[in-house]
């Protein structure tokens, strides 16, 4: 079960608990929550939604019912900044050709320079993924290495401050309804954006595929049915 994923009780606290950040001149300059903690704030100084977490007393690990759709934004943010596998948090494939990352499959366009919130993953979770998950099943997916995946900036809630109330904006999404990312550049949003995901630009890129990486790291080859679906799959 991926580190990353959202566990059903896991719940962000409730929007009263955000204030207004003023300066010494009495103009509001951010968002803040009304008692806040260091670890609130990433190391470019955003603010990150607080969310409980659910997790074995014997194992540590994340315990409770998946919500598949939806990743717990400190875990994610933990494996992003760390560049650890987004499943099992060990440590992600990494070869001369850079980290490994499982992406849903896109359009036919040239990967680099693509951003991401999905963290990169070792090769045994690559290949449980792209067997085992539905949705990539369903849609597809590529394989692809950056040997730069440099920090771009966050996906999140934006808010303004309205007569000293926070109004939350509209959600910033592109043509296709997908979410926009806030890059760390734009700083006069970057103070008001309630952060949920850590995102990544994957530069230099290789597209690759499994059955490539697992003869090169010398692990037995798929059965051929396997083999065979997972490229139709990428092909759709």
């Known amino acids: 079960m991926p580190y990353i994923t959202l566990r059903k009780g896991e719940e962000s606290v409730p929007e009263s608990m955000l204030g207004i950040r003023y300066n010494r001149t009495g103009v509001p300059i951010g968002l803040c929550y009304r008692w806040e903690m260091p670890r609130d704030r990433d190391d470019r100084g955003v603010l990150w939604a607080r969310t409980s977490q659910s997790r074995s007393p014997d194992t540590k690990r994340p315990a409770g019912k998946p919500i598949f759709a939806s990743m717990h934004p400190s875990r ?39 951003t991401t919130g999905q963290p990169p993953v070792c090769l045994d979770h690559a290949l449980a993924g792209i067997e ?46 997908s979410d926009l990312p806030l890059p760390y ?38 059965p051929a049915a396997d083999a065979k679906r997972s490229r139709n799959s990428v092909m759709r």
Not at 205 to 220: N, S
Request: hydrophobic share 35%; glycine share 10%.
């Open 76 to 114: 994610q943010r933990e494996m992003m900044a760390s560049l650890r596998c987004q499943v099992c948090g060990g440590q992600p494939s990494r070869t001369e050709e850079g980290y490994l990352f499982l992406e849903k499959a896109g359009n036919d366009g040239d990967p680099e320079g693509i």
């Open 132 to 177: 085992m998950c539905s949705h990539l099943i369903e849609h597809g997916y590529v394989l692809l290495r950056s040997k730069v995946p440099r920090l771009h900036g966050v996906l999140g809630q934006v808010y303004t401050p309205v007569d000293n109330v926070l109004e939350p904006l509209p959600p910033l999404v592109g043509p296709d309804g």
């Open 185 to 222: 550049t734009m700083r006069e949003l970057t103070p008001w954006v309630l952060a949920s995901q850590l995102l990544r630009r994957l530069t230099r890129v290789t597209v690759t595929d499994i059955d490539r990486e697992l003869a090169m790291a010398g692990k037995p080859a798929r």
